[in-house]
């Protein structure tokens, strides 16, 4: 079984994971799956393809390096199950600071009130091409799965400015929004466990980048819970 997981740099602590099950003699052979990521999320909200019909071209330059397009150039009747690790990645939206002076309206004390339908229309001007992009893999008749990146960490600077209510729920609210999203395309989600977050929806820091200032990327154990979840549903 061939698979290609790609996305954002979240794929990175799935690297790792992968490694660490490689190492330890627990990966299965008969599972060949490659991790190429496009890069930096920064790019996903802005018109990073072009539609081609049964598969995308990539145009952005830095994307273009990894991979020209999705899905791939391959020979009939290919059997590649692709990963994507993207869509449920909520930090452009989490972490501007306008959410210390807006916030959703039933949090408002003496900030701006946000409606749900501006909201809404936040969220989807984020991911839209992400979504778009699944619409063309879906069109395409290609196996596809998503993967949720880590829920937010308490250590992460923005809540310096930001009141943590706000900061969680609109982190669970765009990934709410979103499963929604790809239910409609039954999208299958492999989703990070509940053991790894608290009661206040904020991951556990055992699962932090032991990076000092990286604030929202999971180490090598998380990738290794994650990719477990994927062989699980792979097999």
Partial sequence: MKVLITGDSHTGALKSGQNLLISKGEWPQQIDLTIRPLGNAQFFPTPFF?????????????????????????IENSDTIYGLSGPLHTSRVLRNSAWSNFVPSHFALNEAPVSNALLHQTILDDCQYLLK????????????????PPR??????????????????????????????????????????????????????????????????GNAQFGELMMKKILDFLI
């Fill in 133 to 148: 992009l699944i619409d063309i893999i879906v069109r395409a008749r290609k196996k596809l799965f998503v993967i949720e």
């Fill in 50 to 74: 072009v539609d081609k019909g049964d598969y995308a071209e990539i145009r952005n330059l830095k994307y273009r390096k990894q991979l020209e397009r999705l899905p791939l150039l391959e």
């Fill in 152 to 217: 937010p960490f308490k250590h992460n600077k923005s809540l310096e400015v930001i009141r943590p209510e706000v900061f969680s729920y609109v982190d669970g609210y765009y990934r709410d929004f979103i499963r929604q999203e790809l239910k409609l395309r039954n999208i299958p989600i492999i989703s990070v466990s509940p053991d790894c977050y608290d009661e206040s929806g904020f991951m556990l820091g055992c699962y932090r980048s032991p990076k000092e200032h990286d604030m929202h990327h």
